[in-house]
């Protein structure tokens, strides 16, 4: 005989504002079953939880239904609480009145009535509960971090200080990232390079830490704790071992109209090259597309100026297989393609750019030498205006309707760069509003505005003319004056919103997590488990899960990294026990439940069976393997002899279930 | 004047929710204290491929009027491929159930994804809206033998 208690919350007035707590625990004692029923303040606080404990003692109860919040919020802590008192946690079931009763509805007698329904269904469910032990799977100590920016970067040396070994893989030829492109940092203007590039050196000397640079996550298999991941090596056509980035065979290569994405396409580079000086792996690649050997066969002129003998055209790319226990995502940002955006002509005139362009502009490395020359002619512009949220808080369906947070920041750091340098140069913004909460953000915009007078105008552009003299026409508007402007410009400078790099949507397919409309990254939960993604052992850094600037990105970098290590320190890990069970007595081995099974937790096994009378037989039957298994159901609907089940969540509970809430 | 009797029809509605997606979606809907009908009732399953045809015909049974399942959006299923099994198998019980004379409006699939809170509830009201508009449904009889076995 089942002895039931019922435990409703208050949820302070939460639930007891919209829900007559009283009358729902009044009623609930004459169930069926039920020997126990009370209400309480606040079940989840430490009293709540003794209430529980002692009830489950006293009353001698063999399983309890709470009626309170979502079960995703605190199922875990009243299977706790009975675990405290002796009872099993898979005996415990949660009736959510919150979220999906007294929040949503206003009327009383409607809500109370609800919550009573939703108790019973819990009880129904409960009477039919089982007590279930979780199984235990072993923990692989190894991290992969997918992206070598900064987010990547950070992640694997925190990881890697705790003692555990960790693998960046990297799409392009070097780690760095977005930051390796930047030219100072703000708000205090130190060099992007110079406090980036000591970091990738750490990286390629810890012994911890491999790169797998120019390379791409293939597949993944597995779950928590024991993923298993294909990597594909992309053919670099250089020995990465025998390589010593000397850099001759970038003198010698004859082919040298490639755009060098490096730097914004703004200049070329030879068809083999070592992105930037202070690459890491300092290593040469070759352009397939570029390279005239690897076109047309005749060439070959790197290999025969390469001392170290480390051309090899004939690589091929190449899969690697490794187990990891965690994932890290952390592929990071592009600036949007500003295809819908004519009106700033863009693509009709060489003397608009984007900011990240204007960073290479600035940069001493880049196709300037940083010295700030219009790309049309070379001369040094002596009007320059900003356009801020180019794309960014765009409900037109042009752009992208958030906030990318970093533009007011570094047009900010733009104009004060540029004032700083060419004192005699104009420099205006176009802003909707200036956003710089950050610690010592605003001192550094107030300081643009009035230490480096730079023009801060409140209003959007409307177009971009490119003139006959060769100059831009910014028409615009004034919103505090009321008025239209035109400004006579040399340069225009865009602050293009940010979005995920695309990449990203193939990795969250892979990794079976999820991604929202604007292709970021879902967390966990917004507020209390921001770096982790709804699914178990993957965490996310970075701007994948939404637009962050350095110190964000590099707070969260760590954040993953010590969830990580949380992780990977455990030998053992709990696993679900609401699993699938097959009943071998009447499975007929028909193979339907393996072939849905998305995990390939299902095998079969030959098993002898009793037939009476001394007989027996040996049939094939499904074998569920608990390790593998995540509970899904699938295999369940799918068994035409009904012969699956799962724990948890039995057909027979949930019809349970669905006749109570039928009932009239 | 003549008394009229003016006894409101409330449909009971059953809504089958992954935990994943729609169940969260449904959690946010509340956390925004985004309304829809009392009368509709969640019943939390793993993934909405837990679904078993046999779940929707039992609520038919016991009288629900209207059935709606609720799961990620194709593609995002949290075990990858669930909510393609529960396309399918719905798309053949809904005809069926057509054929049996419910009429194909009282059962629904809707995608729902986590950050959807707004979504669950319009489609919750516009739901039970509908299943009012159609009015109370015929009891699916259980016909199989009865009695002690």
Partial sequence: MQRIGVFICWCGSNIAATVDVEKVSEVIKQEKGVVFATNYQYMCSENGQQIIKNAIKEYNLTGIVIGSCSPRMHEATFRKAAQAAGLNPYMVEVANIREHCSWIHKDRAEATEKAIILVRTAIAKVLLNTPLAEGESPVTKRALVIGGGIAGIQTALDIAEAGFEVDIVEKNATIGGRMAQIDKTFPTLDCSACILTPKMVDCAQNEKIDILSYSEIESVQGFVGNFTVTIRKKARYVDENKCTGCKVCMQYCPSKKGLNEFNMNMNTRTAIYIPFAQAIPNVAVIDPEQCIKLKTGKCGVCKLKCSAGAINYDMKDEFIERKYGAIVVATGFKPIDLDNFNEYAYKDSKDVITSLELERLMNAAGPTNGVLLRPSDNAHPKDITFIQCVGSRDVSGCGKPYCSKICCMYTAKHAMLIREKYPDTRVHVFYIDVRTPGKNYDEFYRRAVEQYDVDYIKGMVGKVFPMANGKLLVQGSNLLDNEQIFIESDLVVLATAIEPEPSVRKIATLLATSIDTNNFLTEAHPKLRPVESPTAGIYLAGVCQGPRDIPETVSMASACAAKVIGLLVKDKLKTNPCIALTNENMCNGCSQCANVCAYGAISYIEKEFRLGGGKTEVRRVSYVNPAVCQGCGACTVTCPSGAIDLKGFSSKQIMSEVETICKK | ?149
């Fill in chain 2, 1 to 149: 004047m003549q008394e009229v009797e003016n006894k409101e029809f409330i449909p009971t509605i059953v809504a089958f929710c992954c935990n994943w997606c729609s169940y969260a979606g449904a959690d946010l809907a509340g956390t925004s204290r985004l309304e829809y009908p009392a009368n509709v009732k969640i019943i939390r399953v793993p993934c909405s491929c837990r679904v078993n045809p046999m779940f929707i015909l039992k609520a038919f049974q016991s009288g629900a009027d209207g059935v709606i399942l609720c799961g990620c959006h194709p593609g995002d299923c949290h075990y990858m491929t669930g909510n393609y099994y529960t396309r399918r198998r719905m798309s053949l019980l809904f005809s069926f159930l057509n054929y049996l004379g419910i009429e194909k409006e009282r059962t629904r699939v809707e995608w729902v994804s986590a950050a959807e809170g707004a979504r669950f509830s319009m489609v919750m009201n516009d739901f039970a809206a509908k299943i009012k508009e159609l009015g109370e449904n015929k009891r699916l009889q259980d016909l199989r033998i009865k009695g002690d076995r």
